[in-house]
C-alpha cells in the first residue's frame, strides 16, 4: 500500500507576502493508510501523536490469542450488529463486547460491572435489565444488546459525537461532560482524558480495523507510515522555518 506524500510548488521568495498570517501550509499527504474513521468520524492521524498511539495499540492486538478471539466471535459479532442497528447505532460498536469482556458473559469486574457488555448493575436496572440473586440479564447476549443499543443511543442524544461515545462509555457521561466543559473542547482527541479512556476509542479502532482490514493493519504494525510521518513533519518544520527566516530578511531589507 503506497504512502505518498506530495509537494506542491511554492513561489519564489520575491514574491512572498511578508505578513505571516499569508502563509499557507504547502504540503498534502494522499494515503489510504491515514483514511481510518470511527463510525464515520475522521481519525486524525496525520498528527504524529496520534499516529503514535494507533500504532503502538494495533501492535497490542496481532498475536495468536486475538486471532483465535477473532474466529470464535465471528457468529456473535453477526448476533449483535442488527441489534444495534435497530437503535441507530453504528456497527462499529459492535467491537465493544471483544475490548471489554472478550466476548464471554462470565467476565465480572472490581466495580460491579458484568457480562458481555460489561454494564453496571444500576445502569443495567434502569435499561430494563434484570439483576439480582438468581438472574442477571446482563449474561444474555441478546437482551444486553439491546441495553447497550439504548444506551449508546442515548449518549450520542447527549453528546452529538460517536467517539466521545465511545468515551462516555468508558468512564462515563458525566465525567466526560465534565471535562468538556471545564476544558472548552467537544473533540475527543482534543480533550485531557485519564491514560484508561485516552486509548479507549485505540482500542476499539485496533479491533475494527483487525477485522475489517488486515492489510492496512499489518502495514501499520510495520511502523512505516509513522516512520514516514514524522520525517514528513521534520521536513515540514524545516520549510517553515527557512521560509519565516527568509521573509525576516525581506522584511529588514524592505
Not at 503506497?2 to 507576502?17: D, R
Request: net charge positive.
Amino acid at each position: 500500500m503506497a504512502f505518498s506524500i506530495a509537494i506542491m510548488g511554492k513561489s519564489p521568495l520575491s514574491e512572498v507576502k511578508v505578513e505571516k498570517k499569508e502563509l499557507k501550509e504547502n504540503t498534502i499527504i494522499d494515503s489510504d493508510l491515514l483514511a481510518i474513521d470511527f463510525c464515520g468520524e475522521a481519525i486524525p492521524l496525520s498528527e504524529l501523536r496520534i499516529a503514535e498511539r494507533y500504532q503502538k495499540t494495533i501492535r497490542n492486538y496481532d498475536n495468536p490469542a486475538f486471532r483465535k478471539l477473532m474466529t470464535k466471535t465471528q457468529k456473535r459479532m453477526k448476533i449483535i450488529e442488527p441489534i444495534l442497528k435497530k437503535y441507530g447505532v453504528p456497527a462499529d460498536f459492535k467491537y465493544i463486547p471483544l475490548i471489554e469482556s472478550a466476548m464471554s458473559d462470565d467476565v465480572k469486574s472490581h466495580r460491579g460491572a458484568a457480562g458481555y457488555w460489561q454494564l453496571m448493575p444500576s445502569t443495567a436496572k434502569s435499561l430494563g435489565l434484570v439483576v439480582n440473586s438468581t438472574r442477571d440479564d446482563r449474561k444474555h447476549l441478546v437482551k444486553s444488546t439491546h441495553a447497550a443499543g439504548k444506551y449508546l443511543r442515548s449518549l450520542h442524544r447527549q453528546l452529538g459525537s460517536w467517539t466521545l461515545v465511545a468515551a462516555a462509555y468508558n468512564a462515563g457521561p458525566s465525567r466526560i461532560q465534565n471535562r468538556m466543559d471545564s476544558q472548552n473542547k467537544d473533540d475527543y482527541f482534543k480533550l485531557k482524558l485519564n491514560s484508561e479512556t485516552t486509548k479507549y476509542i485505540y482500542k476499539l479502532l485496533a479491533v475494527k480495523e483487525w477485522f475489517s482490514n488486515p492489510e492496512r493493519s499489518r502495514e501499520w504494525v510495520s511502523g512505516s507510515v509513522v516512520e514516514k510521518l514524522s520525517e514528513y513533519r521534520a521536513e515540514q518544520s524545516k520549510i517553515r522555518m527557512a521560509l519565516e527566516e527568509e521573509l525576516i530578511k525581506i522584511s529588514a531589507d524592505s
